[in-house]
């Protein structure tokens, strides 16, 4: 079951939460109501910017400087009005203590088998981080692999990949601190439970994939920062991949291919199932294209790490990704001439485009992956943004389809190629994160591991509905709450969205947004342009020029959601993350009295100087760069930080950030909070809440993320008139 595929460079994307029924009859502080906020004084700087002939001003330039003593003072001041201003507020505690008992259960990953050995996560229930077990057979007990929570205090120390030696007698894993992209890998011995003396550092958008002989690994680096560089804030340019020979220094580890000329490349390198190639995956930034290089390694057991390097893919004009081989024959997902994706063949010794051949076509859904278990290809489609599973001979012929208990999401897809046993989750906003043992021979399919999680969804709904954004396009959205609503216009609705990146958002199940619902709310979950729920296409439509249409498409959602009685613009908030928060961001700008609240997240907040930190120049690729000229036209048009305008009304806002988060930096965050502060014309707050030993979100432990979603609820009840009876 060893996951052999390419994996693609990642992690270079900006992304992409007893009843408490809400009583709507009289306000908790109201729209403007609050109490008066005293925030900090941020001073300006006379910086101004010619762009292209248009002087644009950049007053809290200096916010940018994350290591200034200065701006660490900012900080705590912020942090402290912030966090005053939340510990205010009726019902925090009492959402809190809610969302402490409901995330309170067991939750299981999907398993894998590496080696002859099984492996899979486990939380018990309020973990900070989940653990790796593994155990031999499915019937023995399983034993404790890593516990991430042991390697510090605060749960801040977290697993961001493991990968398993292909005989099993050894476990690379890296781990991330506070949040940050950058990687440490380590070596664990899978019998022992003891670590080696290796060490990798300055790793980042990487995995590690194993040559077949067990004795070491492939992986993606850059240089090590230089004396008194930022390593959270300096742009990232010169990865290369690199071979790691276990029991060795990081010193002697072999250069496998760099490219000076290119030095924003992206490597992925992975090996196929039987140890014969070195796949690499090259991007240039977060394009969704790539190209697809092969390195015939000789001898499996005894590799080849200089040998000529085919390049087998160069045009850079198609999404390509390892699937399988059988030999030289390669299979690859792609959506060259098919933009919701095929399958392909592809034979070494005839390479030419000509000689290659659909095994499965492109369908009317989207090909999100394909996997090979049981003498099978498993394709993973994405039917109206969510899952459906069709089962083909590896001659292409279709053989059936998965059966699936509701809309939802389908995770996993493990299984050994030669053996029948498949496993693989699933998920909905009422339908808790089930793992599922699947039988290829006999099509038996049995419940895995099933979670007890104290809610019933029998009393609640999920709906798919289509609406049409400003210039006709139809676009979906599902829209989730208790089954007993009334479409009065007065429920208070949460509408979240993403919309770039190729990311599709699919159903998902959320202790957060069940507390939530819970209290009476409304969940809308809107699949915009910029996506990739519809292929290539739909992506393209919301990118560069074309980014007006997701922050249409996501105020039209917005104005559906009123038509249909859901709710009105007092009793409305709007919530994202990274991509998302610039979409939030945009959206409360250009139509700020149609949201009661703006809950904007790690956002992408200045569109003139995103691409001068860290990987931010990988996603010209989706926005563009405005060091172009026609690219800063529209950059400028939509920028969240330079379209507040003094004196206007902007809805309750709470800007969320973290100090380490060196993806979207902090820095983002900071500059629109101290301009929205300055330019509030209402009594609406306008707070930044930072986190502290945090990033961008993976692996934020368990008891930062109920403390955050308590105060985002509180902030939002609070700010749309809205009060929870609590029991």
Not at 208 to 219: I, L, P
Not at 234 to 257: L, W
Not at 313 to 341: E, W
Not at 663 to 680: C, D, I, N, T, Y
Request: a negative charge.
């Amino acid at each position: 079951m060893r996951s052999r595929r390419l994996p693609a460079p990642f992690g270079t994307r900006p992304l992409a939460l007893a009843a408490l029924p809400l009583l709507l009859a009289g306000p908790v502080l109201g729209q403007g109501d609050g109490p008066d906020i005293d925030y900090p004084e941020t001073r300006t700087v006379d910086v101004v910017e010619d762009y292209h002939g248009t002087p644009v001003a950049d007053p809290y330039r200096w916010l940018e400087d994350s290591d200034a003593e200065e701006v660490g003072d900012w900080v705590e001041a912020q942090n402290d009005v912030a966090f005053g201003y939340l510990e205010t507020l009726p019902y925090r505690e009492e959402i809190e203590a809610r969302l402490t008992e409901l995330w309170d259960y067991e939750r299981y990953g999907t398993p894998w088998k590496d080696g002859g050995r099984y492996f899979f996560f486990k939380n018990d229930g309020l973990q900070n981080q989940s653990v790796l077990y593994v155990q031999d057979r499915l019937e023995d007990e399983p034993r404790v692999l890593i516990d991430p929570n042991a390697l510090s205090e605060d749960g801040t120390v977290a697993l961001a990949g493991t990968f398993v030696s292909p005989d099993g007698r050894y476990l690379a894993y890296a781990l991330n601190t506070s949040g940050s992209d950058w990687r440490e890998f380590r070596i664990r011995n899978v019998e022992s439970g003891e670590d080696l003396s290796d060490r990798i550092e300055w790793a980042k958008f990487t995995g590690a994939s194993w040559t077949e002989d067990s004795r070491g690994f492939f992986y993606a680096r850059y240089p090590a920062p230089g004396e008194g560089s930022d390593r959270l804030t300096e742009a990232n340019a010169d990865q290369a991949i690199y071979y790691h020979r276990v029991g060795t220094p990081q010193s002697e580890d072999v250069v496998v291919h760099a490219d000076p000329d290119n030095p924003r490349w992206l490597f992925g390198a992975g090996t196929t199932e039987d140890g014969r190639f070195l796949i690499l995956s090259v991007r240039d930034g977060s394009s969704s294209q790539n190209r697809l290089w092969v390195r015939d390694l000789g001898d499996p057991m005894n590799p080849d790490l200089g040998g000529p390097l085919m390049r087998l893919m160069d045009d850079n004009d198609a999404r390509y990704s390892l699937v399988h081989n059988a030999g030289p024959v390669l299979y690859i997902r792609t959506d060259l001439d098919a933009p919701r994706g095929r399958l392909i063949e592809v034979d070494l010794r005839k390479p030419a485009k000509h000689s290659w051949r659909t095994v499965i076509p492109e369908s009317e859904d989207l090909l999100e992956d394909v996997s090979v278990v049981g003498g099978r290809f498993l394709a993973r489609y994405l039917h109206d943004a969510h899952s459906r599973v069709s089962v083909f001979a590896l001659d292409g012929t279709p053989v059936g389809e998965l059966d699936l208990p509701t809309i939802g999401s389908v995770g996993g897809l493990n299984g050994d190629e030669d053996e029948p046993e498949l496993f693989y989750s699933f998920s909905s906003f009422l339908y808790p994160t089930t793992i599922f043992r699947h039988d290829l021979a006999t099509g038996e399919t049995e419940v895995f591991q099933k979670p007890e999680v104290d809610f019933d969804p029998s009393g609640y709904v999920t709906k798919q509905v289509f609406y049409e954004s400003r210039d006709g396009t139809r676009v979906p959205m599902f829209v989730t709450h208790r089954s007993d609503l009334s479409l009065d216009g007065e429920n208070p609705t949460l509408l979240y969205a993403y919309g770039g990146f190729n990311i599709s958002l699919r159903p998902g199940f959320n202790v957060a947004r069940l507390v939530w619902m819970e209290m009476g709310g409304v969940y809308a979950q809107p699949n915009l342009r910029g996506g990739g729920e519809y292929g290539e296409g739909w992506h393209e439509a919301g990118t560069k020029e074309k980014k007006q249409n997701v922050f249409d498409d996501f105020i039209a959602a917005a104005e559906h959601l009123i038509d249909e009685g859901y709710t009105r613009p007092g009793r409305l908030a709007i919530s994202g993350g990274s991509n998302g928060g610039l979409l939030v961001g945009a959206a409360m700008t250009q139509r700020p009295e149609l949201f009661a609240v703006a809950l904007p997240a790690v956002g992408v907040m200045d569109m003139l100087r995103f691409h001068k930190f860290t990987i931010g120049w990988a996603w010209v690729s989706d926005y563009g760069s405005a060091d172009e000229p026609e690219a800063f036209t529209y950059l400028n048009a939509y920028s969240p930080l330079h379209n507040l305008q003094e004196g206007k009304c902007y809805p309750a806002t709470m800007v969320t950030t973290a100090d380490h988060d060196d993806r979207v930096v902090p820095a983002h965050s900071f500059k629109f909070a101290a301009r929205l502060q300055a330019s509030q014309g209402c009594a609406n707050p306008a707070i930044i809440r930072i986190e502290t030993k945090a990033g961008h979100g993976a692996g934020k432990p368990t008891g930062k993320l109920i403390e955050e979603a308590a105060d985002r609820w509180a902030f939002t009840l609070a700010n749309m008139s809205a009060r929870p009876v609590l029991p």
